[in-house]
């Protein structure tokens, strides 16, 4: 073989390879999704760090990332969890010992739930509630953004006061949740 036809066929040689690569890759790429749908999910407790990554991105967005770290976070009685799917953290929330501010009520607060915008819809909240409202086994309070409340009163939680601003953050309403009050919505 000359050296033209050397090259000619380094030439096609590649370009099939690469074309081959290509359809593999358009041909597998739904595979791929919906194994990363349908894989299983675990919720497990979490470390501060782990979760800062999320709670920034879906609840303090545009904002600076300290603004995802709350106060108590790393307090002894605080308890943080996350959703797992394929070793990625798709859903997080964190339990405070918080007395309930509108007198005598629950004293743990639930804050800083948040669930990655892609997984949003597909019952990743409900079972990360569910499975906090097993570990905690008692009443729970929360502020809720105003945008979640009906997810919130879905899953059992009930409405508490009056609307309020939560400046740089919007509108909230605080909720409660007593586990020993009822069965969770299967259907929401």
Known sequence: ???????????????????????????????????????????????????????????????????????GDNEDATRHWAVRQSGQIIGIATVLGRPFPQGDGPRWQLRGMAVHPEHQGRGVG??????????????MWCNARTSAASFYERQGWQRRGETFDIPDVGPHIRMIRDPQAGAIDVQG
């Open 126 to 139: 409900k079972a990360l509630l569910s499975a906090i409202e097993v570990e905690v086994g008692e009443p």
């Open 1 to 71: 073989m000359n050296p033209i036809e050397r090259i000619f066929t380094t030439i096609l040689t590649v370009m099939f390879g690469l074309f081959g690569a290509i359809v593999r890759g358009i041909l597998g790429a739904p595979a791929t999704a919906v194994r990363k749908l349908t894989a299983p999910l675990s919720i497990d407790r979490a470390r501060t760090p782990e979760i800062i990554d999320l709670r920034h991105q879906v609840l303090r967005q545009g904002r600076p990332r300290a603004s995802a770290h709350f106060e």
